[in-house]
Nanobody
Framework: QVQLVESGGGLVQPGGSLRLSCAAS????????MAWYRQAPGKQRELVAS???????NYADSVKGRFTISRDNAKNTVSLQMNSLKPEDTAVYYC???????????????WGQGTQVTVSS
């Protein structure tokens, strides 16, 4: 099994910043990519940012210039630095990873439990 644990969510005022972190553990041979998704009440889950093992990143248009995704491949962690937060960023943020398991050499996709981010005055 591969487990993802998120941390860093909370309440912040508009214009503020938060840093989310996600740590992967378990029978991991390699992680090809990690990503952050978010889901607001009544809305579809959307991809916020992703990063592959080589370092290439992608961002949703709504967060470009404000959010930065980074990773530490040796520690199997990924972070999301969120600056200039807006009320529209309020959502549950989920960490996602896919790669290869060490136990059976098969591909895996794993999700974290989610962490709440609330941007409000």
């Amino acid at each position: 099994q591969v487990q993802l644990v998120e941390s860093g969510g909370g309440l912040v005022q508009p214009g503020g910043s938060l840093r989310l972190s996600c740590a992967a553990s378990g029978s991991i041979f390699s992680i090809n990519a990690m990503a952050w998704y978010r889901q607001a009440p009544g809305k579809q889950r959307e991809l916020v940012a992703s990063i592959i093992s080589g370092g290439s990143t992608n961002y949703a248009d709504s967060v470009k210039g404000r959010f930065t995704i980074s990773r530490d491949n040796a520690k199997n962690t990924v972070s999301l630095q969120m600056n200039s937060l807006k009320p529209e960023d309020t959502a549950v943020y989920y960490c996602n990873a896919y790669g290869t398991m060490r136990s059976n050499w098969k591909a895996f996709t794993s999700w974290g439990q989610g962490t709440q981010v609330t941007v409000s005055s």
